[in-house]
């Protein structure tokens, strides 16, 4: 069975209420002890058909994001190796089957996975979508021309800022839970600065989720009596 729906399952998680978002772009499994996360592998981002080399991208700024706020990561070259060797492809769907195998062979509790949505480059009209996006009937990869909305534009008009869009999920390698979720979309002067940037956020959003979980584990001291 493929990773894959996230949303789904998400929104299924939330009624049920095992998830809760310490912060608006992350879902946080409440059930999970995060304690047990020592060493996180960023295994790939899927890109989009139009636009293959933005995964690869979010996935280089994503593992630069959880090393800037103090996570324990594997080394991306080393993901890429390994996961060549073993015919694994390096996008953001990954068989369930080979989670806990390919968690073991790296040695983390944790792998990350995703996929960008929607990225519109700089100096461009074109939006890519990726296809989960859309309706349901359309299976292929479209490409929407955001000129064509309005016969009003000239070819005088600039389009300068870039925007993506980046779903992601953590996923406990031995048990296959989710550990948590986070979405968000980021436009900037670059489809590179928008990574970056949208990357930095989220990951600081999750590390802040993180640590206010660690909070509910942590012993109280109990105080000494004055003399």
Same mark, same amino acid.
């Given at each position: 069975?493929?990773?894959?729906?996230?949303?789904?399952?998400?929104?299924a998680?939330?009624?049920?209420?095992? !998830?809760?978002?310490?912060?608006?772009?992350? =879902?946080?499994?409440? @059930?999970y002890?995060?304690?047990?996360? &020592? %060493?996180?592998a960023? +295994?790939?981002?899927?890109g989009l &058909?139009? /636009?293959?080399?933005?995964?690869?991208?979010v996935? @280089?700024?994503? @593992?630069?994001?959880?090393? /800037?706020?103090g !996570?324990?990561?594997?080394?991306?070259?080393?993901?890429?190796?390994?996961? =060549?060797?073993?015919?694994l492809?390096?996008s953001?769907?990954?068989?369930?089957?080979?989670?806990k195998?390919?968690? /073991?062979?790296l040695?983390?509790?944790?792998?990350?996975?995703?996929?960008?949505?929607?990225?519109k480059?700089?100096?461009?009209?074109?939006?890519?979508?990726?296809?989960?996006t859309?309706?349901? /009937?359309?299976?292929? !990869?479209?490409?929407?021309?955001?000129?064509?909305?309005?016969?009003q534009?000239?070819t005088?008009?600039?389009?300068?800022?870039a925007?993506?869009?980046?779903? !992601?999920?953590?996923?406990?390698? &031995?048990?296959?839970?989710?550990?948590a979720?986070?979405?968000?979309?980021?436009?900037?002067?670059?489809?590179v600065?928008a =990574?970056?940037?949208?990357?930095?956020?989220?990951? %600081?959003? +999750?590390?802040s989720?993180? &640590? =206010?979980m660690?909070?509910?584990y942590?012993?109280?001291?109990?105080?000494l009596?004055?003399?």
């Amino acid at each position: 069975m493929l990773i894959k729906n996230w949303v789904l399952k998400l929104c299924a998680a939330l009624v049920l209420g095992s !998830f809760s978002g310490c912060m608006a772009n992350i =879902a946080m499994n409440q @059930n999970y002890d995060v304690r047990k996360i &020592e %060493k996180i592998a960023v +295994l790939g981002i899927a890109g989009l &058909e139009n /636009q293959p080399g933005i995964g690869q991208t979010v996935a @280089n700024e994503l @593992n630069f994001a959880f090393l /800037q706020y103090g !996570f324990n990561v594997v080394e991306r070259s080393y993901i890429n190796r390994l996961l =060549a060797e073993q015919k694994l492809g390096v996008s953001g769907v990954i068989a369930a089957d080979n989670i806990k195998k390919i968690g /073991q062979m790296l040695g983390t509790e944790v792998i990350v996975v995703g996929s960008v949505e929607r990225f519109k480059p700089e100096n461009s009209p074109d939006v890519y979508f990726a296809a989960t996006t859309l309706s349901s /009937q359309d299976t292929e !990869f479209f490409r929407i021309r955001e000129s064509a909305v309005t016969s009003q534009r000239t070819t005088s008009i600039k389009y300068e800022k870039a925007s993506l869009t980046l779903n !992601f999920r953590l996923i406990d390698v &031995e048990t296959g839970a989710i550990v948590a979720v986070g979405s968000d979309t980021l436009e900037s002067k670059t489809g590179v600065i928008a =990574a970056k940037k949208l990357c930095l956020k989220l990951v %600081k959003e +999750l590390k802040s989720s993180v &640590e =206010a979980m660690k909070k509910k584990y942590a012993v109280p001291v109990p105080s000494l009596p004055k003399p």
